[in-house]
């Protein structure tokens, strides 16, 4: 195993408002590697947080993102979703492929029961587990990701498809999940999908979905995040943002602060939005009724497709091309 300490090296940006100098969000790099390495995804507990990428790579940090180590995996798939929560984390990836962190710090194959992409997953505290992925994968398991099975509900019906583009057998991929201790739980994956759980992935209901036209198809939404208090973001294709107040029983499509595709998303109670994706990353500071573009670093010809917030709330961490992780200082 070896370290990656890299400098902070990225300056500060400023903006002028109403005549006075107001700081703006500042990007700073905190690690990097070369650039056919690539980082898919990060989760945080804490100050405790994964990042995983190509080849099977799992970076760990125990400082709230400051800095970042090489775990040892048992596998070069690409991992694509990961999820900690206390001493138990779960990453899944290319194949079907699911990794579990064990007590011992090793991280062990299991298996999943399908060979479909995953490319997400949530665990809570009481150990129960939902992982996402491609042509309808959607997977539950109740021993912290030992285990699973199918948990997804009837694709027919799901969505309006006045143009016959779907076909019968149409099952969506789905490329994020969330799950509370309480057992509520959230998806979001192909046509504006989003569906919401009560009782920890048994069941679902859909809170939106799009449909197929003569014009075409709905977006799709990539990224998903879940506040406490019932207000939520997804995000997706071509700027597509979703916002809910009501814990996800309905969904509001919010003017496009950009055409880029939106790949992540990380909201807290105090308003902050953060939204990552294709050459841009935007930043909300009053519940997603206003962004702004986040600047420098390589935001503008790179692309981070990851994004959590760590112990502190104030300084969210992105992850995604040549193995880059940032840290959106406020």
């Not at 879940?226 to 996800?248: C, H, N, P, S, W």
Request: hydrophobic share 45%; proline share 3%.
């Amino acid at each position: 195993m070896h370290a990656r300490r890299i400098p902070a090296v990225v300056a500060a940006l400023s903006l002028l408002c109403a005549g006075a100098v107001v700081a703006a969000p500042t990007p700073v790099e905190v690690a990097s590697g070369i650039p056919h390495e690539a980082l898919f995804a990060v989760d945080f507990d804490g100050a405790t947080g994964y990042a995983v990428g190509a080849g099977g790579e799992i970076l760990a940090s125990t400082d709230g993102g400051a800095t970042w180590t090489r775990e040892e995996t048992p596998t070069r798939l690409s991992m694509l979703g990961v999820s900690v929560r206390g001493d138990r984390a779960i990453a899944v990836g290319q194949m079907g492929a699911v990794l579990v962190r064990g007590g011992d710090g090793r991280w062990t194959e299991v298996q999943s029961g399908t060979e479909e992409r995953l490319f997400g997953v949530d665990v809570n505290g009481d150990g129960v587990a939902l992982a996402v992925g491609a042509f309808g994968a959607l997977l539950r398991s109740t021993d912290g990701g030992r285990t699973w099975a199918s948990s997804a509900p009837a694709w027919p019906g799901t969505f309006k498809d006045t143009a016959g583009r779907l076909g019968d057998f149409f099952e969506p991929s789905m490329y994020a999940v969330q799950l509370a201790d309480d057992g509520r739980a959230w998806v979001v994956g192909e046509l504006g999908l989003a569906l919401r759980s009560e009782d920890g992935g048994v069941s679902w209901t859909v809170g939106h979905a799009g449909e197929s036209s003569v014009d075409g198809v709905d977006p799709t939404l990539f990224g998903l995040d879940m506040r406490a208090d019932g207000v939520g973001f997804a995000v997706g294709q071509e700027g597509y943002i979703l916002k809910t107040t009501d814990d996800g029983a309905s969904w509001t499509a919010i003017e496009r602060p950009t055409h880029a595709n939106l790949l992540d998303v990380s909201a807290t109670g105090d308003g902050t939005v953060l939204a990552t994706g294709m050459r841009d990353m935007l930043l909300s500071t009053d519940h997603g009724n206003n962004w702004e573009r986040v600047r420098g670093a390589d935001i503008a010809t790179g692309w981070y497709s990851g994004v959590a917030h760590a112990q502190d709330r104030n300084a969210p961490l992105a992850v995604g091309n040549a193995a880059r992780i940032l840290r959106v200082e406020m």
